[in-house]
């Protein structure tokens, strides 16, 4: 295993080591502190935690949202805007991507020769590694993004997409994002704004969903965004029949489905199917779900010294960009 010299250990910030001839496998720092490896995998927390449900989905939908799998720029298109337009400023850069999931941006950004650096609180690391371990520029971890086993002020870029809404406190993780970015690089995130929103059934089915395991929320939530499709796409296909139009208008105010039967043509109809139930889980099973105002993000970002800001409302809500000034202090220790 490739270990990345941003690596070190949360609670001494030492270097860690890789001994293969570790039996469990473990990384070490000279501390006497070990790190569990598991499926090739360091994990600086528990494999079970309020991120659970997004393990469970991305490992079902591990390669759903890939533009290497759906032969679309969906995924790539966003990621650009977010960076400015191209992604050829990634070229040799080190990147550190905060809650990675399957590997929709990973890939991407490997692809445009960026070094990274991925991670996530739950088990979709997994399906990352399973997208991306061919990849010598790539090392992924399962890691808390308050508690990043990393040295501060180490990457060129920090990027988090459809993220920090879903931690406990959005200004405390962007707080945490901002120690990793080195001085004159950028911090790259999103966020959802208040022109997010939910019906009467998706608000009432998410907070009995985020009550229930991980493991029964789950199958319920695919099993009801499945049943429903059928419906979705009959009012689709008769949507201009005279009398009909209403059950379309109907569904898409009342349904607890995510609906993205007219959104991506390009993906087709099997894949637009995919994305909605896949969406729709998400939606009913995050725990966490913050709202902000572009001017809240302004702060925050403002509040931790970044300058050159870009925010603006587009994609998921709110996107913005900002730098780190070229002459920062460096902080001491890791993750803290």
């Not at 490997?110 to 650096?117: H, M, P, S, T």
Request: glycine fraction near 6%; charge should be positive; proline fraction near 5%.
């Amino acid at each position: 295993m490739h270990l990345p010299p941003q690596l070190c250990c949360l609670k001494h910030s030492n270097p860690l080591t890789n001994d293969p001839a570790d039996s469990p496998r473990v990384l070490r720092c000279r501390a006497g502190c070990s790190i569990p490896v598991v499926r090739d995998i360091p994990r600086f927390v528990d494999l079970s935690n309020y991120a659970s449900a997004f393990g469970l989905q991305w490992n079902t939908f591990r390669k759903t949202q890939l533009d290497s799998y759906t032969g679309t720029t969906i995924s790539r298109d966003r990621l650009a805007r977010c960076f400015g337009g191209s992604l050829d400023v990634l070229r040799n850069k080190t990147v550190l991507e905060v809650g990675c999931g399957a590997g929709r941006f990973t890939e991407l950004m490997l692809a445009a020769g960026a070094n990274v650096f991925a991670c996530d609180l739950s088990q979709a690391v997994e399906a990352n590694y399973e997208n991306c371990r061919s990849w010598t520029n790539y090392f992924v971890c399962q890691a808390n993004a308050l508690q990043l086993p990393v040295m501060p002020q180490s990457f060129d870029f920090v990027l988090c997409i459809g993220v920090i809404q879903h931690t406990p406190s959005p200004e405390a993780t962007i707080a945490a994002l901002a120690r990793q970015v080195k001085p004159g690089g950028m911090l790259v995130i999103d966020h959802y704004t208040h022109s997010y929103v939910q019906n009467f059934l998706q608000r009432n089915l998410r907070r009995l969903l985020i009550r229930l395991p991980a493991g029964i929320a789950k199958p319920a939530t695919l099993g009801l965004a499945r049943a429903l499709l059928p419906l979705h796409r009959l009012s689709l296909k008769w949507k201009n029949r005279r009398g009909l139009w209403r059950l379309r208008d109907s569904l898409l105010k009342h349904s607890p489905l995510i609906d993205y039967l007219e959104l991506f043509p390009q993906l087709g109809n099997q894949l637009m199917a995919e994305w909605s139930v896949l969406d729709t889980h998400d939606a009913l099973t995050d725990y966490y779900k913050h709202l902000r105002t572009r001017e809240e993000i302004e702060e925050c970002l403002h509040s931790h010294g970044l300058i050159d800001l870009t925010v603006t409302y587009g994609g998921n809500g709110i996107e913005a960009r900002a730098r780190m000034p070229a002459h920062v202090r460096r902080e001491a220790g890791a993750g803290a």
